[in-house]
């Protein structure tokens, strides 16, 4: 069996790839966003086909990925990725406040984030909080702790990426689907 090592091309960020596959017969691949953030995996495709991929340490699937291209037979394979939107909070309404302020506002947001034990990258006045629960549950969550200053939204999870380190994307995408039962897991609170 074939193993694919690497991407060849990207029907999405590139016009000279779309436009050769354009009447190709195309096998898609859809990963979830557990799988995107590997990169040795066995895909399925619609076909039903199995594809080994095994690329180079620390590479990471794009949406559109081409893992096989035969001009010949007029088929490809391109990987479709799979992600969850992302909650995007916005601390740009307190960047010019006071040094106490920014501190207040950024804890009072850390505890109602890290009490739901979501994980979340931050880059510069963002903060990006994959959904690993219903969108109402996230929305209520922050409109109960109501933190002044800050809006939010939720934006496609395959938008958020082009703003985002791998090793960023592997904290949003990477763990959520898989997170523990409830009961298997220590807070790690201190008692006093």
């Known amino acids: 069996m074939k193993v694919y090592t690497e991407v060849i091309g990207n029907i999405k960020t590139s016009p000279e790839w779309a436009e050769k596959v354009k009447d190709f017969d195309i096998d898609e691949i859809f990963l979830d966003q557990w799988t995107a953030q590997k990169s040795r995996f066995l895909g399925k495709g619609l076909s039903g086909a199995e594809y080994p991929v095994a690329l180079a340490r ?5 949406d559109g990925d081409i893992i096989e291209y035969d001009p010949e037979s007029k088929k490809a394979v391109v990987i479709r990725l799979e992600l969850n939107p992302v909650l995007v909070v916005d601390l740009s309404g307190i960047a010019d ?3 106490d302020t920014i501190i207040r506002i950024a804890l009072e947001l850390g505890h109602a984030i890290g009490n ?6 931050v880059k510069g006045t963002k903060v990006y909080v994959p959904l690993t629960v219903d969108k ?18 939720f934006e496609k999870g395959l938008d958020v990426i082009p703003y985002l380190a791998p090793h960023e994307t592997r904290r949003l995408f990477g763990g959520a689907g898989h997170e523990l039962n409830p009961h298997e897991h220590d807070h790690g609170h201190i008692v006093h």
């Open 97 to 99: 406040k006071d040094h």
């Open 136 to 153: 109402k549950v996230m929305q209520s969550v922050l409109e109960t702790h109501h933190i002044p200053g800050i809006t939010f939204e």
């Open 116 to 121: 739901q034990h979501w994980p979340a990258v």
């Open 58 to 62: 620390h590479s990471h699937i794009v």
